[in-house]
């Protein structure tokens, strides 16, 4: 799955252009990598997302296309949040 869609759709973050934005900035890392808003996420992978000063530090846990808001925060693991 493209890191924009995975990101919207685990609701780390709500819009899927906002992601597109964030990973254009140059502010999404996957296993310590700059993404680019095609960039393909699998389970285990490790994501970073700096939002201003913030760290969030994800591991990817299960990729699904659609899922309920409850059930999000199931798709991931947060390692580390500054």
Partial sequence: M???????????????TVAN????????TINGK??????EVKAGDILELRFGERLL???VEDI???VMKNDAALMYTVLENN
């Fill in 2 to 16: 493209r890191i924009d869609k995975y990101l919207k759709v685990s609701r780390l973050i709500k819009r899927r």
């Fill in 21 to 28: 934005e964030a990973c254009d900035g140059g502010r999404v």
């Fill in 34 to 39: 700059v993404a680019k808003p095609g960039s």
């Fill in 57 to 59: 530090k994800v591991r």
């Fill in 64 to 66: 699904k296309e659609h």
